[in-house]
């Protein structure tokens, strides 16, 4: 059973930084991407970041810049270094994977950046 662990979410204030980190368990073969998501309070849950099996990186433009994907596919875990975090970067985070063509997601951890 494929499971995704996140962890690292907080507080910090404007400015700061922040790094989420996700663990994918129960992989037998490569993940095609891995990702990140969010999903602010009143808001549709959004791309942040993705990282593709072939080198491949996408990045939403409100975060360009100042967040950085990377993965260790040894490892199967996926990383968001945020930096020059906003307040409207507050959201609850989800890793997402997408393995053998099924979309699997994490139970979010929350990042608050306060003014």
């Known amino acids: 059973q494929v499971q995704l662990v996140e962890s690292g979410g907080g507080l910090v204030q404007a400015g700061g930084s922040l790094r989420l980190s996700c663990a994918a368990s129960?992989?037998?073969?490569?993940?095609?991407?891995m990702g990140w998501y969010r999903q602010a309070p009143g808001k549709e849950r959004e791309l942040v970041a993705d990282?593709?099996?072939?080198?491949?990186?996408n990045y939403a433009d409100p975060v360009k810049g100042r967040f950085t994907i990377s993965r260790d596919i040894s490892r199967n875990t996926v990383y968001l270094q945020m930096n020059s975090l906003k307040p409207e970067d507050t959201a609850v985070y989800y890793c997402?994977?997408?393995?053998?063509?099924?979309?699997?997601w994490g139970k979010g951890t929350l990042v608050t950046v306060s003014s």
């Open positions: 129960g992989i037998a073969r490569s993940i095609s991407v």
């Open positions: 990282d593709k099996i072939d080198g491949t990186r």
């Open positions: 997402a994977a997408r393995y053998i063509g099924i979309d699997y």
